[in-house]
């Protein structure tokens, strides 16, 4: 039996409980939240490795890596989404027959963290890059004077010390990651814009629910700019503002 | 970087490494698609090409007076232009688009005045909906940072002005626009690569772009990794010559002191 959406208000479309699609657009958002926050973690990961690796790797480490953040920054996160959810899986199915293992599924979730994970890490190397030139040469020295393990100067010294010149560019990433996260709906991964889509495909209500999808984006995005700003300002504290 | 710190020997090793591989993929691999689709594929190039240059000069005409009424503008003005780009920055172009084309799109035919003037057959295609959200995203991004450079122009070049007597207008549109643009100009060439990045976009709301016409073919020769590497290599040409017209202009214009 079909439910007759035709007769009913924007509140009663929009509410949590079927027959309204309240419901469906927040796991929708949720999914959207769990793919930017992973894809963002595994990008700062790829950031932090690329970056040391830039800065103090060899030449052939420093031109691949040089590589690797001017193809991910030149070809179109909807093109690498295309690759990572059908050429990537085949791939490594390939390769695992080949080897005589099972083969393994890749579903939508797994093939967009990698895919937001791949392309923050390029963005991310370039960011983590220019804030840890910021870290002055002669407290790391310092700290090697001690005698302190690379790790321990990296953690305590340069990490902290970086901080305040990364937040501004860690934070737009986030907003890159979540907004990135949207592109998921063109291989028909269910996050918030296709779940708003196929509400408002079910509804015939197009405006109302691609528009309300645009709401929860922009509340996510306004409360994420605050938090920033909140940790930009603890990070800052006893600095001296030029 | 110089040209001799360029041909370092293990850049040579890499490069002839980077051309096996690309050889033994073009003999190896299966290309015999290609020419059945190459009008197509032109075609496609063209029409993304258009879609990225016009909707990058019609969002920077916007840009300008949103960057500049957030900078000198009456107070209403400015917090609509803050708004606006807010509204841009806070939200997926892929969502905006969609807003435009299946939202705006499904009330228009309910307007009858709309159904009988000129513009009736433009809004039943797709391609106009495509320029729009294109254009207003690049004019809500480059619109925030044409506020900053309009702000950073220096006070007293504008003081200068004002003391001869320049009348506003001429302040605008001799002194404080061309500095303004001459700060943004070393950005724009990634503003441009960002913008060629979002048009695949427009392939979701039926227009053929590039991406939309590997679509098909992926769907018509049931071929995984050939047409989605050679897309890959498309965009990647693309952005190499907007890097490399980019690189050129740059030499070309006075930079400033």
Known sequence: MATNYREMSAAELLALEPPGWGGALLDGLAISLQVAVLGYLIGILIGLGGAVLKRSGGPITRDLMGLYTTLVRAIPELVLILLAYFAMPELINQMLSGFGFERIEINGFVAGVVVIGFVQGAYATEVLRGAMGAVPVGHIEAAQSFGMHPLRIFARITVPEMLPSALPGLSNLWLIATKDTALLAVVGFTELTLAARQAAGATKQYFLFLLAAGALYLIITLLSGWIFRLIENRVNRGAHHV | MSDQSFWQPHR??????????????????????????????????????????????????????????????????????????????????????????????????????????????????????????????????????????????????????????????????????????????????????????????????????????????????????????????????????????????????????
């Open chain 2, 12 to 257: 040579l090793i890499l490069m002839a490494l980077a051309t096996a591989i690309v050889l033994t993929m073009a003999l190896n691999m299966d290309w015999s698609w290609l020419p059945a689709y190459r009008a197509d594929i032109l075609d496609a190039i063209w029409i993304t090409s258009a879609l990225l240059v016009s909707s990058i000069v019609a969002g920077f005409l916007l840009a300008v007076p949103i960057g500049l009424v957030q900078v000198t503008g009456p107070r209403p003005l400015a917090w609509l232009a803050y708004g606006f780009c807010t509204l841009i920055r806070g939200t997926p172009i892929l969502l905006q688009m969609w807003v435009l084309y299946y939202g705006l799109g499904s009330l228009f035919p309910y307007i009858p005045e709309l159904r009988q003037s000129w513009l009736w057959p433009y809004l039943i295609e797709a391609w106009p909906y495509a320029f729009v959200a294109l254009t207003l995203s690049f004019a809500g991004y480059e619109g925030e940072v044409m506020r900053g450079a309009f702000k950073g122009v220096p006070h007293g070049e504008l003081e200068a002005a004002e003391a001869i007597g320049m009348h506003p207008f001429t302040i605008l549109r001799r002194i404080w626009l061309p500095r303004a643009i001459q700060r943004v100009l070393p950005t724009l060439g990634g503003e441009f690569i960002l913008q060629l990045k979002a048009t695949p976009l427009v392939a979701t709301i039926a227009v053929v772009d590039i991406y939309a016409i590997f679509g098909r073919i992926r769907q018509e020769t049931f071929i995984t990794y050939e047409p989605l590497l050679m897309l890959a290599l498309i965009y990647l040409m693309l952005a190499g010559c907007i890097a490399f017209l980019f690189r050129l202009l740059e030499n070309k214009l006075p930079s400033r002191g």
